[in-house]
Every structure is written in C-alpha cells, then in structure tokens.
C-alpha cells in the first residue's frame, strides 16, 4: 500500500535546521517584562508548517503536541490551525526513526473536512502511543463537529509512523473532552498489548471514563466508568510493568481542587476508587494565557510513576507558581509535593504548562528526569508586556536534584499567539521523550506576526538533550508550603468545564 493511499498527505522531510533563538523581535522585545532571562541559544528544529487555509482556522499556528517514543522511533503530533471555539483544522505529525537526526511531517487524514475526506469541523487534544506486541502506531485525538463530539485513534501499521489510516471511533457524545492514550508495552506484563483510553464528559460534570483495546486499537470496550465515579480532567494513564494501569488527573470539581488518581490491576475490566495525590493551590498566568494546573506524568522502569503539575503552595501569597511532584510505587499512596528547583520561591519566574519525560531505561534513584515547561520572567505582567518563554530540566536521581535550568525560545508576546475561548494558546499539556537516553522536548514557539498572519509552529531541539552532561546540583530538600488557602483560579463550580 502506498503512502498517499493511506494518507502521507503532505509529507515532507526536514533536514536538521540551523541554531535558532526563537521567538525574539528586537522591535517588540524591549516592550516586554523579561527581567534578563538566560539567552535561548539551544539549536531547535521546525517539524511542521500549518498550510491549511480555511477561513475558520487562525493561520499559521499549531499548538499542544503529545510525543511517545519507542526505540530509535519518536512520533510527536499536535492541533494546525487553531480554531478560536476549540481545537483546529486537522492533527500534524512528525516522526523521527532515527533518533531524532531528521524529521518526517505530515497530517492526519480522515478526520476533518479539511483532510482526506473527514466529516469534522475540527480536532483537539492529541497524543501518540505504541503497541509492540501488535506493531501499531496510535495517535489519538477529539474529533468535533457542531453537535458531536468523538474520541478516536488513528492507526499507523507500516512500523515506521509515516502512514497513517483513518480514525477508529472508540465513543462520542456531545460533550466529550480530553482524550489520552496508553499501551502496555512490558512484554513479561499479563496484559502486554493492552491499550487504554481516557476521557470526560463536560455533559456529565467531567465524569472519567475509560475503554480498552486489546487487539492494536482496531476495536474498544464499551465505556467503563471507576468505581467512586471520578469527575475530572486531563487524565494521562500510565502502564507498570507488572501491568497496573495508573491514571492521574485534575479533580477540578473540588473545593479545592485536586490531583488524583485511580488505577486497574485486571487490564481494564475494572477501574477502583479514586485516591488523593495533593490539593492544587495554582495561580493564573497574567496577561489571560491559557493554562490549568493539569498533571504530566510519567512512568519509570520500575513502575514509579512521578506526576508534576503547576502549583503556588511555596510561594507567599500565590503571587506565582512553581511546578511541584509527587511520586508513588503502588498508586494508591502517593509522597507529599516537593517543589522543582528551577527557581528561589523568592523570584518573580512564573512556571506552568509542564512536560514531563522519564528514561525508560532509568528507575528510582537513578531514574533520569527532563522537564519542559513555559514560563514567565515576571509574573506580574500584563497581555501587553508577559514575557513567554519555554525552559527545560533534568534530574538525574530520581527527582531528588536538579540541574540548572535552560531557556529554549522566546521572550513571546501574547498577541503572537492564537485566541480561544480560554485564553491566548501555546497549549493545554506538552511533551518530552527520551529516545536513545537523550530528551526531547516537543513545545509551540511563536514569532512576530506579519499582518494577521501567525507565525506559530510544532518545534524540539536539534539534538535532544543530554541530560548526562548536564550542569547543577540544585535541591528543593527541607522547603515547606506557605500558601494553603484555595486556588486563585475561578471557583470550582465554573472551572468543571471543557478545554478543548
């Protein structure tokens, strides 16, 4: 079968580009509040370009990549063409099978009337997993239309992700969002194979549900609802090796909200009752960004699995946040939150929107870390003068130490990125992957608008990062919270909404 028969649409290999410092303007920089960040001076590679010109998407932008690797295999993929109600004009991909040397791009075909004959007005909420034991590919993504809403895999068989089918349906509803996919690749698990999707239902008060494919995501179970009926959103399933499925996710229907989790020891006949990770204390970013205290999370070789989120409890009086972990071996108890070293909690640096990678390879004490996240210099910034950056950070123990942290792009003005209904948009989640022990992070960098065009696009590093020769031995042991009273975001009534 050909690549343009199942939808290599627009491919394009990308040679490794030139050193980059992206995002700066030498007109508008000096209009922002950078508050002398380090320089971003870490080479990066453009993976995709938005060449969709529909007139209800914002050109040329693309937002929010989920990234999974396996191998000397990484696959990243993402929104093109934001749309302002919600998500954009079709999924983009982007695939290395070497290790990150060189890029293939393309888009999604079959979900959106823009690409490969699809139905759909638009897709969000995208990220990408493997299935060893049946050699399978899986994107998957939240299809929308005006009065429906469907959760969907896209297959890719060849091996390689280069070629991909039209989506599968696993559920719909008018009210569905959020959307993440996982597979069990331990080939000694007993539900080696399995793949597990979760959702939520806006319609429903984000009640959680979960389906299972044990057969390469060609077909998926029924809706399973866990036992104490969670509501929440931004669930990210995780796989131990001994096969437990592990799902943290935002509680934001709690006074105040929370981060929990639920787990399936069965492979997904059954999901328990949800357990408390830690309160969210967070703060909103300055200048209307788009952004909420949902988790990253990831799993070690061992079966730990470390969930990071943005959070203000160290500061005094919430006036920024820090992004915080929290560990658990079991899913069931889960260690006390412990702030991430990128800064003193005296700074002005604001830290959201997180992406956490784990060395697949590492575990426990030796577990190797890297951290993607944006930020502000100044917190105290307005939609004129915020400052946007993307920073990166590593540990090398397990989370107990961390580097110096490293800017990748920016400073960004706000009015560089699109508009939706929650704010300007670079995301709502990122990504980082290790592939061959090296980082890659996947994040949207924006430059200088020309006209009413946007110049926003899916962006990593040149050579990933070696988190090996990394410098800094930086330690949050001993620090405590100081701020305990509820989040400074909108109350939890109005926050149990959709974030497509």
Known sequence: MSLRSVGCFCCCALAVLTSLSCGNSESSSSTLNNSNPPPATTPLVKLSTDTFTNSTSQHATEVEPGSFSFGSTI?????????????????????????????TSGFL???????????????????????????VWLISSLPLSNTNVQVAVSRSTDGLGFAWDNPIVVAQSPGLDKDWLVCDTTISSPHYGSCYMEWDDNNNGNLIQMSTSTDGGQTWT????????PHGLGGQPL????????VPYLADAMIPAEIESFSSNDGGQ????????????????AGGLRSDALPSAQVDAAGNVYVIWQDCRFRTNCIANDLVMSTTDDGTTWTAPVRIPIDATTSTVDHFIPGLGVDPNTSGTSAHLALTYYYYPVANCTAATCALYVGFISSLDGGQTWSSPTSFAGPMSLSWLPSTFSGQM???????????GKAYGFFAVAKAKSGTTFD??????????????????????????????LSSQPSAGARSRTWR
């Open 456 to 485: 926003q696009a899916i962006y990593t590093t040149q050579s990933g990062m070696d988190v090996l020769a990394a410098n800094g031995n930086q330690s949050s042991a001993g620090e405590r919270p100081v701020f305990r009273t």
């Open 239 to 246: 796989v131990q090796p001994n096969g437990t499925v592990v």
């Open 426 to 436: 670079v995301a709502d989640y990122i990504s980082t992957s290790f592939v061959n």
């Open 270 to 285: 059954s999901w328990g009752a949800a357990v408390q990770i830690a309160t969210v204390s967070d703060h909103a970013p």
């Open 109 to 135: 075909p079959g979900i959106t009337t823009f690409q490969g004959n699809g139905t759909n007005s638009a897709v969000s909420d995208t990220n990408v997993a493997y299935d060893p034991k049946h050699g």
């Open 222 to 229: 029924a809706p399973v609802t866990p036992t104490s009926a």
């Open 75 to 103: 696959i990243t993929s993402f929104q093109v063409g934001r749309i302002h109600g919600g998500g954009g004009a079709d999924l983009g991909y982007a695939t290395s099978t070497d290790g990150g040397v060189t890029w």
